[in-house]
């Protein structure tokens, strides 16, 4: 008897920003050797990444990056994990699954379920996603809105070591996530959310432009932020053009806490000014004529230098490279001819 094809094996991309070998992959091997791997070498180029044998992958370190994109590859950030969203950039697949170095557990089926499925931003259903087994829209969902809207992202969470800011490490160093809540859920439209990027698949053609993980790490004032900051154009651009956000299920085991005295130092700036960022995001709307992603995200690159500007320097830095993204991302995406 034949077996079943594993899901969308060839309309997904699986994108991993490492530092080091790549053994853990080893305990992935059933879920993920089927699968196509886009591994983007963080750090020093001249270092050379060990992946176990027997996988399909392309690896892209930093002379890569700057070959293929020439002066557009200031926009990709360096020595921070920012860097995977060159990994987006660059496949060809329609979804993308992103996961961290020192993440386990299968989340890969529980994601594809997600992003096959409706989101229901416009209505909260209380028994949660309405399209999952045993589930569906409870009395007084209005039979309107039961078609629910393309999902575009599907945000999975963490047993273990939670994904706490560093202050909230600080003071609870011995802190672990117990609790495995058996549930995934629409995010309301309006409703901003903070994105962890360890855990994360998204529909490449609906979403994807707008996936740009910011500028972080060397050389920036801030780090840590560069999916938080993705997590927040993502919603404002899904509420604008009618798409959907699920989070929940699927978890992964975050094996590694992060050194919370280095994780200061790189969110010091970020844990002030996310006071006046999230006001920004919660009041951004787009234009009528923003119909696509990529015009979404150059009319928000234009508020955030106008608006966010006025912060400090950085964010007009970083509205350029919004811009600069984007171009490049239409350079290596072409628009597929009818």
């Known amino acids: 008897m034949a077996t079943a094809a594993p899901p969308l094996k060839d309309e997904l991309d699986i ?32 270092k050379t990444i060990k992946v176990p044998e027997g996988f399909d992958y392309e690896l892209y370190n930093r002379n890569d990056i700057n070959k293929i994109l020439g002066p557009k590859s200031s926009c990709i950030s360096f020595k921070d994990s920012a860097c995977r969203c060159f990994g987006y950039m660059v496949s060809k697949k329609k979804y993308i699954f992103t996961i961290d170095d020192d993440c386990f557990i299968n989340a890969l089926q529980q994601h594809i379920k997600n992003l096959l499925c409706p989101s ?32 575009a992202v599907s945000h999975g969470l963490w047993m273990n070591i939670p994904d706490y800011d560093a202050p909230t490490q600080l003071v609870k160093p011995l802190e672990r996530n117990t609790r495995y809540v058996d549930a995934v859920l629409t995010i309301p439209k309006g409703t901003l959310f903070p994105m962890c990027g360890m855990n994360l698949a998204f529909d490449r053609d609906l979403i994807g432009p707008a996936m740009y993980f910011g500028l972080m790490g060397d050389g920036q004032p801030i780090g840590r932020y560069d999916d938080m900051w993705a997590g927040w154009c993502i919603k404002v651009i899904c509420d604008h053009l009618g798409l959907g956000v699920k989070t929940g299920l699927p978890y992964i085991w975050h094996s590694k806490a992060s050194n919370p005295f280095v994780n200061l130092k790189k969110e010091y700036n970020g844990i002030f000014w996310q006071e006046e960022i999230i006001p920004f995001f919660q009041s951004a709307t787009l234009s009528k004529d923003s119909t696509s992603v990529q015009k979404c995200y150059i009319e928000l690159a234009k508020q955030v230098r106008e608006k966010l500007g006025k912060i400090d320097p950085y964010f007009v830095k970083l509205a350029d490279a919004m811009e600069t993204w984007i171009q490049a991302w239409d350079e290596l995406n072409p628009p597929k001819a009818n």
């Open 120 to 151: 229901t931003p416009l209505f909260f259903n209380t028994l949660y996603d309405p399209f999952r087994e045993g589930a569906d829209f409870v009395r007084g969902y209005p039979f309107s809105l039961r078609e629910g809207v393309p999902t």
């Open 15 to 46: 994108v991993i920003p490492t530092i080091r070998n790549l053994d853990f992959l080893e305990m992935w091997r059933p879920f993920f050797e089927p699968y196509h791997l886009i591994i983007v070498q963080d750090g020093d180029p001249t």
